[in-house]
């Protein structure tokens, strides 16, 4: 039976929960039912994502005890692709426990918890109730190997716990990016360089983590197999964790999910009219430029100023913009922001330009059905028509005010919102020393949209996805990436993408698909940019000659190399990389002694 175990399940709070969110159905197809995720119950939450059912099997008999026992679960389904099995664990009822646990914690592992961080208490809450949970378990089930499968610090207090009370659980723990690492990384311009040298319970307590530091450190000591989701963690979770990786279990991507293989191109034009029909509401009413001859290129992600390199993105994109300048009739190329700031609201002008432009767009399509109407008229009574027989003069008036009402002076702004601290803005602040201000004459020009795309979004009513295959480029140079979702995404909508060899993403990239296609990795629209062991300069020029080589492609090349990135994008499917995973419980197995799953194992007696 195998169990997985995270602080995410049922609760969207960050990258985990896509990680078990797309794994699911590949864990179904290889576990059947005996595959289960447990979670902490959050009713908010568990309204939407989760449909409890009738509990059956031995999880009954178990779920049962454990009520008498004062620990409430629910039991049911993820209304997620798959419908996996789910437990969710109501660690509120602990809470006049947490002394005793606190004490616990002290006493069995010298990790001493603070009594008022109240994440650090659910946490440990939660953590205690899973080991009980665990421990009720192998009391029931006797008959079978059970294997646990926990996911970062806020899933792994239960890990040491199931190895000091010496229950019969094979565990597996994986850490998708170190929490001190996190924090270095953001704060240090050499971390990599510094890492092997760094004393990581003086950094932790500078930092004012040792707690979270101290039980993720537990929990990959305590596990029978320690995974991480690259080699760049890896390492990092060597030198800051003392232990090395035992299996690599690299993030995948659910194909299915964005799967249009004889229509992606064409969905790539219309979701680029749709991108269009927003750029001439936002340029063009201070003047207007050949969409036909623009490219949009874009950076995303949690707002991380130099993590995910967006300072890189900006400064490549200011170089560019002189380059492009020293050649003659370039292209115009839009580079947009897509990431959460805190805002005050959407700008008022930005709202009313695009407000104006759908109103000229109504204007013209009126007047439009109307020139149909005369067009055909004319055509039945055998006479050419004029022009003014198909425009009258009062509908020339109206277009005139229409043009005149929505033209102005003033550049176009370079960001769509009122954020809650403009003048300290690290983007804001960048885009203005390098002043990006979206003049006529710049090929370059900015949007910083600080808000996630939707649907449902005023400015840019367009969802992610649908973004991302619009456009011709996304751009996640990153300086600490554990892994990397956003280059993974335009890769299976078709679109090229530029990573780092400092992400989980590109370093895999680098060691198992190049190693096998041995082909030009330009070529199949994957740019890995060297910034290990390089200066921001050097990298950012690198970047630059890729996207200056990159404009001057037809649109003939750049429809063969999204054809190209497209094909590749199967390799990245759960499907395949789900065999990382299953790697680990396997060896999580025989360290135990249990058969692997999926093998018959024979012995002569």
Wanted: include cysteine.
């Amino acid at each position: 039976m195998l169990f997985e175990v995270a602080w995410e399940v049922c609760w969207q709070l960050g990258g985990i929960y896509t990680v078990l969110r797309s794994k699911a159905q590949a864990m179904i197809d290889r576990w059947g039912d005996r595959y289960c995720l447990i979670g902490p119950y959050n009713p908010g939450t568990a309204a939407i994502e989760f449909e409890e059912q009738p509990a059956y099997g031995p999880i009954r008999e178990v779920i049962n005890k454990l009520r008498d026992l004062g620990v409430p679960c629910h039991f049911g389904r993820w209304l997620i692709p798959g419908r996996p099995r789910v437990i969710l664990i109501d660690q509120r009822a602990r809470y006049n426990q947490l002394h005793v646990d606190k004490y616990l914690m002290w006493e069995d592992h010298r990790i001493s918890l603070p009594s008022d961080d109240g994440e650090v208490n659910d946490v440990t809450a939660f953590g205690f109730s899973v080991a009980e949970f665990f421990r009720v378990l192998t009391q029931v089930v006797k008959d079978r190997a059970i294997l646990a499968h926990f996911h970062e610090w806020m899933g792994g207090v239960a890990v040491p716990r199931i190895a000091h009370l010496r229950l019969p659980v094979s565990t597996v723990f994986t850490t998708h990016a170190t929490l001190l690492g996190r924090y270095l990384a953001g704060d240090n311009p050499f971390f990599y360089d510094h890492l092997p040298f760094l004393n990581p319970d003086q950094e932790a307590g500078k930092y004012n983590i040792y707690p979270r530091f101290a039980i993720e450190r537990a929990a990959a000591h305590a596990c029978t197999v320690f995974t991480t989701v690259s080699d760049v963690t890896a390492f990092e979770a060597e030198k800051l964790l003392g232990r090395t990786a035992d299996v690599i279990v690299p993030n995948g991507i659910n194909l299915h999910k964005f799967a249009a293989p004889h229509e992606f191109q064409h969905l790539h034009a219309q979701s680029k009219e749709r991108i269009h029909d927003f750029v001439k509401g936002h340029f063009f009413p201070s003047y207007s430029f050949d969409l036909d001859r623009t490219l949009y290129v874009f950076t995303s992600g949690r707002y991380e100023y130099r993590n995910k390199g967006m300072d890189l993105f900006i400064e490549a994109m200011h170089r560019l913009n002189w380059r492009l300048k020293g050649i003659q009739d370039p292209p115009t190329v839009i580079g947009f922001v897509i990431t959460r700031a805190p805002t005050r609201n959407i700008n008022v002008r930005v709202l009313q330009n695009q407000s104006m432009y759908e109103d000229l767009r109504n204007t013209c399509q009126s007047i439009q059905r109307e020139m149909g109407s005369r067009l055909l008229n004319c055509t039945a009574h055998g006479k050419l028509p004029a022009f003014g027989d198909l425009l009258k003069e009062d509908e020339q008036v109206r277009l005139k005010r229409a043009m005149h009402a929505w033209k102005t002076h003033q550049q176009p702004l370079i960001v769509t919102h009122d954020l809650a601290d403009d003048a300290n803005d690290p983007i804001l602040n960048h885009l203005r020393h390098r002043h990006m201000f979206n003049a006529a004459d710049d090929p370059v020009k900015m949007v910083f949209h600080p808000e996630f795309l939707s649907a449902t979004n005023p400015v840019m009513s367009m969802d992610y996805d649908q973004f991302v295959r619009g456009c011709h480029m996304g751009i996640f140079p990153s300086y600490y990436e554990p892994w990397g979702y956003t280059p993974l995404e335009c890769i299976a909508l078709g679109v090229p993408t530029v990573t780092s060899d400092l992400s989980g993403f590109g370093s895999y990239v680098q060691k198992h698909v190049w190693a096998k296609e041995r082909r030009d990795a330009d070529r199949q629209g994957i740019h890995i940019l060297q910034r290990r062991g390089k200066g921001f300069d050097e990298a950012c020029d690198a970047l630059v000659n890729h996207l200056f080589n990159f404009a001057q492609l037809n649109r003939r090349q750049r429809i063969e190399m999204r054809n190209r990135t497209e094909r590749l994008s199967e390799q990245f499917d759960w499907s395949t990389l789900v065999n990382h995973y299953t790697e680990a419980h396997n060896m999580a197995l025989q360290r135990i002694g249990a058969a692997r799953q999926g093998h018959l194992d024979v012995r002569m007696v």
